[in-house]
């Protein structure tokens, strides 16, 4: 086996994705941003096989590689005025791509080869390295745990019926909360202008500031359409925007899984109105037009009591256990 590092999005080899996190489109999203790069890294096999030389009359060997499994990882700067060593981190969405022919024990073997490579790259370049939403059973738990700090995470998956009513499966109170918005004049611009776009954005930069969190440039959230793997929504209440969402989307195999990226709503209460649970309602509703899975994209760690856990919950959908794994790069 060999690894490969692939950081320019024209090297990007051919495969089926497995989840948005592993497309091109993915990459591209990024690919002008100055505090954020996305790098492949690629395990490939050396086969053998024979061909004819028409020029020589003869049957010889050649080698090719083969794609055995890939792991996508995002690295963000957090804090602009340190080095990024100090004040970036180190991302890698769900587990690696794997082809269909490759055996649990290769599948092992090279996940090795990309852990040991991805501390060994990240290690000037970010505070900590983390793999998220790996599942409990997954064949890669050994070697995560071996070399990392294993964090037990909640997640929210929200399988919905082509045409299916999402309210149908809401609590009463969000369904309350939810008929009262719209009686007090709420709409959902899902078509918003830039403009509309670059306000939704300031209420999620303050938020994201508020807890200490990198986030991308608004040009992220402008070009995510125009890529065709999510969409911007937006929720107006008195010509203002009180909230909004991201939703990424990606079809595999004929079914069609939905994430909740971003969304932020305004800071104040507002009297008969509850953005957060329209924008939460909308997201699921445009998974509903054609049927697929909601993913939540987290529900916070199991040790802890956490509102948007309760928040998310109250519009159906399964709690599931997943793992987070996270490497200090200083040690």
């Known amino acids: 086996m060999k690894i490969e590092i692939i950081e320019n999005i024209e090297d990007f080899p051919q ?3 497995q989840n948005v996190f592993q497309t091109k489109e993915w990459m591209r999203l990024f690919e002008h941003e100055k505090n954020t790069k996305v790098v492949l890294f690629a395990v490939y096999a050396n086969v053998q096989c024979t061909m004819h030389n028409a020029q020589l009359d003869a049957i010889k060997d050649v080698g090719e590689s083969q794609l055995l499994l890939l792991q996508p990882v995002v690295i963000q700067r957090f804090v602009k005025w340190l080095p990024w060593r100090l004040g970036a981190y180190a991302v890698a969405w769900r587990e690696p791509w794997r082809a269909g022919y490759v055996t649990d024990e290769e ?3 090279a996940f090795k080869l990309i852990h040991e490579k991805i501390v060994k790259y990240c290690r000037k370049r970010a505070l900590y390295v983390e793999y998220r939403h790996f599942g409990q059973c997954t064949i890669y738990n050994a070697q995560c745990t071996m070399h990392y700090k294993s964090l037990p995470w909640w997640n929210i998956y929200h399988d919905i019926e082509a045409k299916e009513d999402v309210t149908e499966k809401m609590k009463r109170d969000k369904r309350r909360q939810l008929k009262q918005s719209f009686e007090a004049g709420v709409e959902v611009v899902l078509e918003p202008t830039r403009e509309q776009i670059v306000e939704w954005y300031g209420l999620l930069k303050r ?3 508020r807890i200490h969190r990198p986030l991308p440039s608004v ?7 125009e890529l065709g793997i999510g969409r911007v929504f937006v929720v107006v209440y008195n010509g203002r ?3 909004g969402s991201t939703v990424l989307c990606c079809a595999i ?4 899984v939905f994430y909740e990226w971003y969304r932020a709503s305004v800071d104040e209460r507002i009297e008969g109105v509850y953005p957060s649970v329209v924008a939460t309602w909308q997201a699921l509703s445009l998974a509903a ?3 697929g899975r909601f993913d939540f994209m987290g529900a916070g760690p199991m040790d802890k009591t956490y509102g948007v856990r309760d928040f998310k919950l109250s519009f159906g959908g399964e709690l599931t256990p997943e793992y987070r794994y996270r490497k200090l790069m200083l040690f």
């Open 107 to 109: 599948a092992v073997e």
């Open 15 to 17: 495969f089926e994705a």
């Open 219 to 225: 040009n992220v959230f402008l070009r995510l359409k």
């Open 241 to 243: 925007i009180v909230s």
């Open 253 to 256: 195999d004929d079914c069609r």
């Open 289 to 291: 037009e054609r049927g």
């Open 207 to 209: 938020l994201y500031r």
